[in-house]
Structures are given as structure tokens and as C-alpha cells.
């Protein structure tokens, strides 16, 4: 299992904070801290429109993403950092220069989001490194994906891809965990779910069906003024996801034998019940389901599965409430 946090954008610009989430996501036990490269001259015009207006200094949605971008040895500092906490450099890159500068890093391998899907230029290009590549399928019909992955493939590219739902948040009609399955079976790869419901039981869920990665939006404060702030976990929640993630892991790799329940054997005997009577009974009453009871524990007395077995039977003997029922009290004939 494969965990990514991502910070996007959370870190408003500010490498001093970008520091301090990759320091507090060291401590949750997620695998990956997942950037965002923009270089906005690549990818941006100034006809982009804003996905959400938040307020601030920008004036255009190129504006922001030029005041989120890094420089190089900036970008080597946040990989060094995260190298030094223990967890992997991750990044999305938007244009072919941010894979140029990514490659400068070393990244073991890379991100595309869902916006990337049809952008067989990029694709190219991190096709051409050799890296393995995470893609994101938010806003792709199968049709998409299907051209998508026949490119891939023909690349002979390592890959795998997420059920996403680009709505932020994600409300529990739109997470498509059907997906999940859908995707292995049409494309016999690793199929991981990104999320954005700020909600920790959806990738919990996701996990449960079959997801080998998860990824979903980390913030210090849901109440901050980034763009992904509503559709992120706080640190809290995610060390509480890792966790659950990391015993369902555990339970996937070690399957139940339904079919033997030898390791039972005592306990059965203690909650399992035995027939009892539940009122003084004279010798040669004829037993009635009314007369029976079932008391731990099981052993002693006829079972209490096979209580017809005793209905319509005479008793050969005084028995007084709460009596265990023996076959030696029955007349049999």
C-alpha cells in the first residue's frame, strides 16, 4: 500500500511553510509528500480562468501559479527535507519544463493529475525517462482513458491510475468506488483512489475494495484560504487513516479459512449452549418447545441445535427448573 499525502498548494507560496508540512506529514507514517511544480510561462496564458477565486494579491489565475512556483535549489531543499524525515519526494508536474525540473531532482517517479489525461505531450515526455507514473483519472470517460492507456502501453510505460472525482469536496454520491474494481479489470494495472472528500472512510473504503494507492489533500487547518483547504485532512486525521490503512493491509495479507474454526474449539464450548428445562417437569410429561432453554455451556446437556429432537419425548424423571437436559432423562422408544 502506497500512501500520498498532497500539499498542493497549502503551502501558499511560502517555502518556509512548504518546510513545515513536509515536517508534520513526517510524523503521520504516510509513504509520499506530494508537491505541485508550476512554472507558470509553460502551462499558464493569461486566458486561464480561476477554478476558485479566493482573495489575494493575484490577478489571474497565471498570477498564482506564479506565485507558487519554487526555484531549483528551493525545490532541492523541500526533497532534501523530505528525504531527511523519511518519506518520498512526490510531484505533479503541469508542463514538460516542470519534468525537466524534476528530473533535476531525481524523483523516483511521478504524478500526473486528471487534467493530464489527453496530454500525450507530457505523457511523452515522462514516458521518455523511464520512470514508473501515477495518473489520476478525475474527469476522463473510459473512452479517454482507453486512448490514454493504448499510448502508455505502446511507450511500454510502468503505470498506474486512480479513480478520482474532480469536485471539491467530494460528496459521498460522487466518490465511485465502483471504479475501483472497473479499472483493474479493464486494464490489468495498479489501481489506487484519490480523494478529495476530506473524509477519512472514504479511502479507508477504497483500501477495503481493492485500492493499492491512495492519495488525498493534507492541510494544518481546514479554515485556511487555500484553494483544496475544504477538501483536505488535517494531520490528526490523516495519522488516525494511516493507521486503519495499515491494519487493513494487515487483514487483506492474512485471509480467513472460513471453512476450518478448530482454533475455536474452546471457545465454542464456552459460549455454546446445552437444553435446559425451564420448569419443574413431573415423570412422563411429553417435552414441549415451551419446556426448553439454552444455558452455557455447551457440553452439558444435548445440544441445543437439536432441541426438536427432543420435542414430543417423555422424561423418565423428576427435573426442576433450569436443569440440564440429558439423553438419559428421555425415553427413547
Known amino acids: 500500500m502506497f500512501i500520498i499525502a498532497e500539499i498542493a498548494q497549502a503551502h501558499e507560496g511560502k517555502i518556509e511553510l512548504a518546510h513545515k508540512y513536509i515536517e508534520e506529514l513526517g510524523k503521520t507514517g504516510v509513504d509520499a509528500v506530494k508537491f505541485q511544480v508550476h512554472i507558470a510561462e509553460a502551462e499558464s496564458s493569461e486566458f486561464e480562468p480561476f477554478r476558485i477565486k479566493m482573495p489575494g494579491p493575484d490577478k489571474s489565475r497565471f498570477d498564482y501559479w506564479k506565485r507558487m512556483e519554487f526555484s531549483l535549489e528551493k525545490w532541492k531543499e523541500l526533497k532534501l527535507h523530505c528525504d531527511e524525515v523519511g518519506v518520498e519526494f512526490l510531484a505533479s508536474p503541469f508542463s514538460n519544463a516542470a519534468v525537466d525540473l524534476l528530473e533535476q531532482l531525481k524523483v523516483k517517479r511521478y504524478k500526473l493529475g486528471s487534467g493530464e489525461v489527453s496530454n500525450f505531450l507530457i505523457l511523452k515526455k515522462i514516458c521518455n525517462t523511464g520512470k514508473p507514473l501515477i495518473l489520476s483519472s478525475g474527469m476522463s470517460s473510459f473512452e479517454e ?180 437436559l440429558m439423553e438419559t432423562d428421555l425415553d427413547l422408544n
Open 145 to 324: 482513458l482507453d486512448s490514454t492507456v493504448d499510448f502508455l502501453k505502446e511507450q511500454k510505460a510502468k503505470f498506474s491510475i486512480l479513480q478520482c472525482t474532480t469536485s471539491y469536496p467530494t460528496q459521498p454520491d460522487q466518490y465511485g468506488l465502483n471504479v475501483i474494481n472497473e479499472l483493474k479489470n479493464r486494464y490489468d494495472v495498479p489501481i489506487g483512489f484519490s480523494d478529495h472528500s476530506a473524509n477519512i472512510g472514504t479511502c479507508i473504503a477504497a483500501v477495503a475494495l481493492g485500492a493499492e494507492i491512495i492519495e488525498f489533500h493534507a492541510v494544518l487547518d481546514r479554515n485556511s484560504n487555500g484553494p483544496d483547504a475544504t477538501s483536505s485532512l488535517e494531520m490528526d486525521e490523516i495519522k488516525e487513516l494511516v493507521q486503519a490503512v495499515r491494519n487493513i493491509e494487515i487483514a487483506l495479507e492474512n485471509p480467513i479459512d472460513k471453512s476450518d474454526n478448530s482454533d475455536y474449539k474452546e471457545l465454542k464450548n464456552i459460549f455454546e449452549k446445552s437444553l435446559a428445562v425451564n420448569k419443574d417437569l413431573k415423570k412422563g410429561h411429553l417435552l414441549k418447545f415451551a419446556d426448553l432453554e439454552a444455558k452455557k455451556p455447551k457440553g452439558y446437556g444435548i445440544n441445543a441445535q437439536d432441541f426438536e429432537n427432543v420435542i414430543g419425548k417423555k422424561i423418565k424423571k423428576n427435573l426442576t427448573k433450569w436443569d440440564f
